[in-house]
């Protein structure tokens, strides 16, 4: 492979894995935004949705199958985790973030004693390649492509269009405003992690075939969707959706001239230096104006 | 008075314990002297961190490569822990202590999975999962009794854990405590009060870390090995559930925590594989249930 | 009776977005004068107060404390310098003892004490602590936790971890709100006293102009963010434009 075919190649990986990782962050971002609560379970549900997956397709042999009922079962699991977990504790901000700790240990490992350590392989639902800008590109991770952007326009359309998506954005706005006019603040939270896990575990689903499944699976992509979300500006969907794309876009250059572990350390350090550069900006608790 | 039973119980009990159970004492005094130095950061100061495994992964890699590399000497190395660890925080710390709440939970995290990808990634230094073997050395300038046997680890961990105890109490009690303890409570107030917030929420964090990097060379000189796993986010929470179950509210609390917590996981491994689930659940349901008691009991830093 | 130009600003302004929240403003205290600084809701008062204490960083202009230019320091350092302030809100340590919300302050003013000492060796600390309670009337509850005393008693205590700086200037931002009359007016008493003993300089923001009319010796009238008058208490309330736009004359 010559080095155009080898970065075009690298860019369209960045561009599909950026795509996969927006679904997460945009899971993280809207339960961030809506209720400023960190959900670190968010890698698990993913973890999750790859798992159900693989379950899901060995029973079925449909990969159709899985992409319907993984992203659903984990969206609905979720929404449980609201009603239980979070809602006792929806004021502590701090508290919510153990709580989710809690969350994060008993899915892992509830998931490690019946899928077990592990690595498991969902085959690819669409085998082949296309040629794609001069060089030939693996089908699947195309229709990824495709589905992740599908998704992220049907969430677009959802919160513009929708009653459900009109209480979400005012609880976003103004929680006490929305709850003065009559929005019934619980359930829109429960939608929210529903939602949140929803896309979390569609990212699963849609990454299983290009990963490998693990129980562990989780982690690594926790930090990455952290930062993501942070840097997209806190609950700002447009921002941690574009960000993803733009780390994935940068992983996948780097990816050109050195290892995979050595690209994502890398682009996590540029994602941090832009963080050290604008901390006023994006992160940083204003000082109290008056 | 109590106190003094209680230490003497400690050196006495060896007597009563087989092999194993004064290698598991030495490894719970070991825990505990990091839950310990976690909570400086978090219970003293306010400041909760999901990076802590870094600090004792680098402190026990720290203490391994002083062996292997410089002297061998297991109080070098422990000394040689807690530079490395204190190098460590300095650094991460410069950058967290500008962010508070939910953003500094996401960078020390960060910096934290960084290092994790880092140590598993350069094998040659660190030896990944299977990690370094720690020579087998002499308690005193690597001669006389092995740190090797279960009595010496028992009570090199204990005397450790005993010093860093009586430091961090006479820390809570003192004016730079009295200075955490009022950044935790109200940043406003410490500020007003003088004090450059930043500046004494990154001399916690530092101190922690170094606590936290102490443990690991104590883990370091009584395992015989360290590994990358030593990185793993699961240690950095392990030292928050500890916290949690033991209290933030005193010094002795989060050891409390990691001893309960060592010892149920422990009793109930024979009959359960999966120990972190209902340790899980417990986490759940001590933020549910006792959630006042996590703030309220930040009252009795002086009662402990 | 007043001595010495002890704080000062030039033309101090602080915009919020399209608002301009002060706007040269040029205040000059007299080292141990009692200053009142009223005016209408939204006047500017307490981010006038911010300014002062450095809480709020200045959109343009100078703030000079005993000649030196502090525009450009963090609430820390001027707090040090001898600039103290209480805050409208009450900004106390609630599960500190009420005794150690006072150490933080006095700890402070009486050099850096070796950082690992115990509390109970800095006698020096603990005798100016429990004197400011004293001052305060608070000494009797040194030992509970300041979060579970009542909300005057909060203000109160204020005051106290505001004194324990050994201030040159104490801002004051309406002290005695959610007080009852009586309360108020213990205070007015002591700050009297505090001032006469210590030669402080008080700035005082008050809503109760009997109070004010009583305590101050000078008052300054903020009105949008301007200065409006400025003057002895006879002087502003004969004032014609303070009476238009302040005082509810018709």
């Known amino acids: 492979m010559d080095l155009t075919t080898l970065v075009l190649f690298q860019l369209l990986n960045g561009l599909v894995w950026g795509l996969v990782i927006a679904l997460i962050a945009l899971g993280l971002a809207l339960i961030f935004g809506i209720m400023e609560v960190i959900n670190v379970a968010h890698g698990s549900l993913y973890m999750l949705g790859a798992v159900l997956a693989w379950y899901v397709f060995g029973v079925t042999e449909s990969f159709a199958a899985a992409v319907l009922i993984a992203p659903v079962a984990v969206g609905a699991l979720s929404m449980g985790m609201e009603r239980v977990v979070l809602r006792p504790v929806e004021n502590e901000k701090v508290l919510t973030i153990i709580a989710t700790t809690g969350v994060m240990l008993v899915l892992q490992h509830s998931v490690l004693a019946t899928f077990g350590g592990a690595v498991q392989r969902v085959p690819s639902p669409l085998p082949g390649a296309v040629k794609i800008l001069g060089i030939h590109y693996p089908v699947y991770r195309l229709a990824v492509a495709a589905a992740s952007v599908a998704a992220i326009a049907a969430l677009w359309l959802f919160l513009s269009r929708t009653r459900y998506g009109l209480w979400l954005r005012a609880v976003r706005q103004d929680g006490k405003m929305a709850t003065a006019l009559g929005i019934p603040v619980g359930r829109v939270y429960m939608l929210a992690v529903g939602l949140g896990g929803l896309l979390a575990g569609l990212g699963g689903v849609l990454a299983a075939p290009i990963v490998v499944v693990q129980y562990q699976m989780g982690f690594d992509i926790l930090a990455t969707v952290f930062i993501v979300v942070v840097i997209g500006g806190f609950g700002s969907l447009f921002g941690a959706a574009a960000t993803a794309v733009l780390l994935g876009m940068t992983e996948g250059l780097i990816t050109v001239v050195a290892t995979p572990t050595w690209a994502r350390i890398t682009s996590l350090a540029i994602m941090g230096a832009i963080l050290l550069a604008r901390p006023d900006g994006i992160f940083r608790r204003r000082a109290i104006a008056r | ?304 | 009776m007043a001595g010495e130009l002890i704080l000062e600003t030039r033309g101090l302004s602080r915009r919020f977005g399209g608002l301009l929240a002060v706007n040269a403003v040029s205040l000059a205290l007299r080292d141990g004068e009692i200053r009142a600084l009223i005016g209408p809701n939204g006047a500017g008062k307490t981010t006038l107060i911010n300014l002062l204490s450095g809480l709020t960083p200045a959109s343009a202009g100078e703030i000079r404390f005993r000649g030196e230019d502090v525009t450009a320091w963090p609430a820390a350092r001027r707090a040090r310098a001898g600039l103290a302030r209480t805050m409208q809100v009450t900004a106390i340590c609630p599960t500190l003892t009420v005794l150690e919300n006072v150490w933080l302050s006095a700890q402070r003013s009486l050099g850096r004490p070796p950082a690992l000492a115990s509390r109970a060796s800095l006698r020096g600390v603990d005798e100016r602590s429990r004197e400011c309670l004293a001052v305060v009337g608070l000494a009797a509850r040194a030992d509970e936790p300041a979060g579970s005393i009542g909300h005057g008693d909060q203000r109160l205590l204020e005051i106290a971890i505001a004194l324990a700086l050994r201030p040159r200037v104490l801002l004051l931002d309406e002290p005695t709100a959610g007080m009852s009359v009586k309360e108020s007016w213990e205070i007015v008493t002591r700050l009297r006293e505090i001032r006469d003993r210590d030669r402080l300089t008080v700035l005082i923001v008050e809503h109760d102009m009997e109070i004010v009319m009583e305590l101050a010796e000078r008052i300054t009238v903020l009105h949008l963010g301007e200065t409006l008058a400025e003057g002895t208490p006879d002087e502003v309330a004969r004032n014609a434009d303070v009476q238009r736009v302040y005082l509810g004359g018709r």
């Open chain 2, 1 to 304: 008075m109590t106190a003094g039973v209680v230490l003497l119980a400690l050196v006495l009990l060896p007597a009563a314990l087989n092999r194993f159970g004064r290698f598991f004492a030495a490894e719970i005094f070991t825990w505990a002297l990091y839950a310990m130095g976690f909570n400086i950061c978090f219970g003293m100061t306010g400041m909760l961190s999901f990076g802590h495994a870094a600090f004792f992964a680098s402190g026990a890699y720290g203490a391994t490569f002083a062996v292997l590399y410089l002297v061998r000497d297991p109080w070098v190395a422990l000394a040689a822990a807690v530079v490395a660890a204190t190098a460590l925080a300095t650094l991460v710390g410069f950058f967290a202590v500008r962010v508070v709440s939910h953003s500094f939970v996401i960078i020390t995290i960060t910096f934290s999975l960084v290092l994790l990808l880092l140590a598993h990634s350069q094998k040659d230094v660190t030896g990944g999962d299977d990690g370094l073997l720690f020579p087998p050395l002499g308690l005193v300038a690597g001669a006389g009794p092995s740190l090797a046997t279960p009595l010496v680890s028992y009570y090199v961990a204990l005397a450790v854990l005993v010093v860093a105890y009586v430091l961090l109490r006479r820390l809570s009690r003192s004016p730079l405590g009295l200075v955490f303890q009022a950044v935790r409570d109200s940043e406003r107030r410490a500020t007003l009060a003088g004090y450059d917030v930043q500046r004494y929420r990154w001399l916690a964090f530092v101190l922690s870390g170094s606590v936290a990097g102490l443990a690991g060379g104590v883990y370091a000189i009584t395992h015989a090995q360290v590994n990358a796993q030593l990185f793993d986010v699961t240690v950095s929470v392990d030292a928050v559930i500890w916290t949690l179950i033991g209290g933030a509210g005193s010094v002795l609390g989060p050891a409390v925590g990691a001893a309960l917590v060592l010892a149920f996981t422990h009793a109930v491994s024979g009959w359960i594989v999966y120990t972190q689930i209902p340790v899980g659940i417990l986490l759940i349901l001590i933020v549910i249930f006792w959630p006042r008691g996590l703030s309220g009991v930040w009252r009795s830093w002086q009662a402990s």
